[in-house]
């Protein structure tokens, strides 16, 4: 049986690792506790998203993004911003 030889890591855990993937994993999965809407998640990518149909579903969305913000805080994964989308739909039905 091969294994790698051991090796000191200063911080992080090294790229291309299983451990990586399933700690990202592990980290990612505690978006559902502080998201009340809906969410999708595949890879790095999340997205959550509200039907907004008064000001208090706003604020809702607006929580959310709070709660989003300040868990990115604590588990120090940095959102990118340029990613941020809104799309607004109108639907009136005469």
């Known amino acids: 049986m091969f294994f790698s030889e051991w090796r000191d890591v200063a911080s992080g ?7 990586g993937l399933l700690l990202f994993i592990i980290d990612i999965n505690d978006i559902d506790d ?3 809407g809906r969410i ?3 890879a ?12 208090e579903d706003g604020r809702a969305l607006q929580f959310d993004l709070c709660n989003l913000v300040e868990l990115s805080k604590e588990w120090q994964m940095l ?8 799309s607004i739909w109108d639907i009136t039905i005469n």
Do not use: R
């Open 40 to 42: 999708l998640k595949f």
């Open 34 to 36: 502080c998201v009340a």
């Open 79 to 86: 959102l990118m911003p340029i990613n941020v989308e809104l």
């Open 13 to 19: 855990v090294p790229q291309g690792s299983v451990l």
């Open 44 to 55: 790095d990518y999340t997205k959550i998203y509200h039907t907004v149909y008064s000001e």
